[in-house]
């Protein structure tokens, strides 16, 4: 459940008298937490949540809706506390899910420049210990009460300070009554955080997502128990059903021109007639008489008087005798023969009638006519309906769930 404005979250961490307490009050502008007393004893004995403002004191490039909240817990090894470590980070937790928000912008680990590098090194240590060791890249130290040395030890500290690893610091002086600081100086102190704030990863919680998912499960648990949780809607609808009905319809239907046989014929004529006469060549067979030479065979005979035959009478005149020879001899003639032969002519004529009958026969006629259909329409008529519906939203019962939680955390803790 975190929440959708990104708001800004920065503990403070470090001993008592180390100038956390007036860094609040001075950027908050007035006097909202007590600083400790030379006793030793921390005035922070909960873990406190404190609203500043809009987050664009630290953070400029924040949207205005964004606020900034300091936490402040109890300071470290103080004696007269019964706090252990675990119970200081469950109220962090707590707070953050109060606040719909899993993270940690910063750590800023305030510590006394009069105070040794080891105290640094073990309140270093202390907060890896309670939130583990990858906090590291979002802490920030700042090293106060630079006004309370001369130059030389200053001069050293900072040498010492500067042989630290893994630890970013900044010197910072408190605005107090009794020191007023020069405008420049609290601009420059400022600039100089804001620089440094920019660095820093933020640190996301672990067990977070624990309480959220445990916050889920109760609202679903409080819901499933809430006897109000339903109400009786009534609820006025439209209905539709569908209504068959009966009804005449003209249409426009298409019939042929031409039934019959003679109209058919008629109307085939007719557009032969219309397309006119075109020329066509004709082939036709004429007989033609011509003269044909022949070979013919002719039968001739000679006749051979022969004399020396016998003497009819003594000193008469011998007997003649005649020898007939037959023979054939071809013979080289002529005759008239009739003979077939194409003629082309170019006659004009109409198309044949057959182009035109299948014509006569697809031309068709406009007709009016008259059906009876069966047709379907939506009759829209008013119903009424009682629903069960939400009397609230899931919001309101995780609302319910973490107010259960933080109710049964502050009656077990004693921050």
């Known amino acids: 459940m975190v929440s959708l404005v990104s708001n800004r979250f920065v503990l403070l961490f470090g001993n008592t008298q180390v100038g956390k307490s007036t860094f609040i009050n001075h ?13 030793g004893r921390s ?9 500043i403002g809009p987050s664009r004191i630290l953070y400029p490039n924040d949207p205005e809706s964004s606020l900034l909240y300091l936490i402040d817990i109890p300071g470290l090894r103080d004696t007269a506390l019964k706090i252990t470590d675990e119970e200081i980070l469950e109220a962090i937790k707590f707070k953050l899910f109060e606040l719909n928000c899993d993270k940690l912008d910063a750590v800023l ?20 210990k309670v939130f583990g060791k990858n906090i590291q890249q979002t802490i920030l130290a700042i090293i106060t ?13 900072e040498k010492n300070l500067n042989n630290l690893k893994n630890i970013s610091f900044i010197k910072w002086i408190n605005q107090t009554p009794d020191n007023e600081l020069s405008t420049e100086l609290k601009s420059n102190q400022y600039s100089l955080l804001v620089e440094y704030l920019s660095r820093l990863f933020p640190y996301r919680l672990e067990d977070m997502k624990r309480l959220d998912e445990e916050c889920e499960k109760r609202a679903y648990q409080i819901r499933e128990m809430d006897p109000d949780r339903y109400r009786d809607q009534v609820e006025e609808y439209d209905d539709n059903k569908i209504d068959e009905y009966s009804t005449d319809e003209e249409y426009e239907d298409f019939e042929p021109k031409y039934k019959d046989e003679e109209s058919i014929n008629s109307r085939a004529h007719e557009l032969q007639k219309a397309a006119g006469m075109r020329p066509v060549i004709k082939q036709e067979i ?20 022969v004399t020396g035959g016998r003497r009819y009478i003594i000193a008469g005149p011998r007997e003649k005798q005649e020898i007939k020879t037959v023979y054939h001899v071809p013979v080289q003639r002529e005759k008239i023969v009739s003979k077939p032969k194409n003629v082309e002519k170019l006659v004009n004529e109409y198309y044949p009638i057959e182009n035109f009958r299948q014509q006569a026969i697809n031309e068709r006629i406009a007709v009016n006519k008259i059906k009876r259909v069966k047709k379907q329409r939506l009759v829209n008529y008013k119903n009424m ?12 019962y995780l609302e319910k769930a973490k107010k259960t939680m933080l109710d049964e955390y502050r009656q077990m803790s004693s921050l």
């Open 286 to 305: 004429v007989n033609e008489e011509v003269k044909e030479t022949f070979t013919d065979i002719e039968t001739r005979e000679t006749i051979t008087v």
């Open 145 to 157: 009460k630079w006004d309370d040395i001369d130059e030389d030890e200053a001069n050293a500290r």
């Open 27 to 39: 950027l908050k502008g007035k006097i909202i937490a007590l600083a400790g007393d030379e006793s």
């Open 43 to 51: 005035t922070t004995t909960n873990v406190t949540f404190y609203l």
């Open 385 to 396: 309906k009682i629903s069960k519906v939400e009397n609230h939203d899931f919001s309101f």
């Open 109 to 128: 680990l305030f510590e006394s420049v009069k105070s040794s590098a080891m105290a640094l090194r073990t309140n270093l240590s202390q907060i890896l």
